[in-house]
């Protein structure tokens, strides 16, 4: 990590301890300076700003020093454990969880940091799920990581560990927490957690290292969740039910939210029921949302792309020509290849290669099995 980012992962560390600040302070600060370092130069002080907003960073100023010893404790944690701390103006910072209202200024990442900006379905549910809601979401988070999207859900019982084990048969999936990044809630995943990691998944959370699973802490988990995904599905949901937290997030935050309908005496249906009512796509097959979303994957991909290149229209149809369907079916050659091969021969970064792949995937040119890529006509 360079000095730069250094810097700006240190300026985000000091403004989260300290406490007189609210986040919704330090990111409009950072929306009129352009950099979370510079909240913390006096010299970009405004006299227009209200005098309480003054005073509290005038006492920020008076604790820099041990703030700064504090920051440092946790980068020097991370870089020791590998973890990644990724503030909010890093490229690599997920472009879709930067729009939502309330994004978290640091993220830590253990794993492979490349997921987070790759299109992502989230899928949610009941803790207490019953036998045909745990196979119904292992089987959908199965079938859309086949077909490329990146499943991304919260790591609980029940449906959550149901959609990160689907996804590990097929694809790659991200869990994000409601704790610090060292502390596995419920300890019963802890397997599920370990082979996230290891088939090249990762895991998420905006809390310090040390951080315990306190009840408050999983709402903000869940707006993570949708804000990372382009849309989000329920399984099985109670009415009063952190999953339906999660699919109101992703409403608010102009997301897609997918329902399973159920069985009218299932109390677990009442919260997906509800959801259809209020809009939801109702969903029978993995088709379904792929058919939805296959057009938002360009908009995705541009989103990723940094500042300093061209947007185009997002209106415009993305799909793969066959100029590009010539170039990459080259790379892929006629035997099973993996995504860092193919990023190597093409020379393509991570979105835009995953784009491609997903249109052929679509379009039946290609298959993906296990993370490797071949092809099939």
Same mark, same amino acid.
């Given at each position: 990590m360079d000095r730069e980012v250094d810097k700006e992962s240190?300026?985000?560390?000091?403004?989260?301890?300290?406490?007189n600040l609210?986040?919704?302070?330090?990111?409009?600060?950072?929306?009129?300076?352009?950099?979370?370092?510079?909240?913390?130069v006096t010299s970009n002080w405004s006299d227009a700003w209200p005098s309480a907003l003054r005073q509290n960073l005038e006492c920020l100023d008076q604790q820099r020093m041990?703030?700064?010893q504090k920051a440092q404790g946790v980068l020097s944690w991370c870089k020791d454990n590998h973890i990644s701390p990724l503030n909010i103006t890093h490229s690599d910072y997920p472009p879709l969880l930067r729009e939502i209202a309330s994004p978290p200024p640091m993220l830590f990442v253990q794993g492979n940091i490349d997921l987070l900006v790759l299109p992502q379905i989230a899928i949610v549910g009941s803790r207490h799920a019953t036998g045909s809601g745990l196979n119904t979401a292992f089987e959908?988070? !199965?079938?859309l990581a086949d077909s490329g999207f990146v499943i991304t859900s919260g790591l609980a019982l029940g449906i959550d560990?149901?959609?990160? !084990?689907?996804?590990?048969?097929t694809g790659k999936t991200i869990a994000v927490l409601g704790t610090g990044s060292d502390i596995i809630y419920p300890k019963r995943h802890g397997d599920v957690h370990q082979k996230i990691i290891s088939e090249g998944g990762a895991i998420v959370t905006e809390f310090?290292?040390?951080t315990p699973p306190l009840p408050a802490h999983f709402p903000r988990r869940n707006r993570i969740i949708s804000g990372l995904s382009l849309g989000t599905m329920v399984v099985e949901a109670a009415i009063k039910s952190g999953s339906l937290i999660t699919a109101k997030y992703a409403m608010e935050q102009g997301r897609e939210v997918f329902a399973i309908p159920g069985s009218i005496h299932n109390a677990l249906s009442k919260g997906t029921h509800s959801l259809l009512k209020q809009g939801a796509t109702l969903v029978e097959s993995a088709a379904d949302i792929v058919e939805q979303l296959k057009g938002m994957l360009g908009h995705a991909a541009l989103e990723a792309l940094p500042s300093s290149v061209p947007s185009m229209p997002t209106n415009m149809p993305i799909k793969t020509d066959k100029h590009e369907n010539e170039l990459l079916l080259n790379a892929i050659g006629f035997d099973p290849v993996d995504m860092d091969t193919l990023v190597e021969r093409t020379g393509l970064s991570v979105v835009e290669l995953n784009r491609q792949l997903m249109e052929?995937?679509?379009?039946?040119?290609?298959?993906?099995?296990?993370?490797l890529y071949d092809r099939l006509e």
């Open positions: 240190q300026a985000a560390l000091m403004l989260y301890f300290y406490k609210s986040p919704s302070n330090i990111l409009e600060l950072y929306q009129q300076l352009g950099t979370l370092s510079g909240i913390l041990q703030l700064e959908f988070a !199965k079938m560990g149901s959609a990160h !084990k689907g996804a590990l048969e310090l290292p040390g052929l995937q679509l379009e039946g040119i290609i298959s993906n099995q296990n993370g």
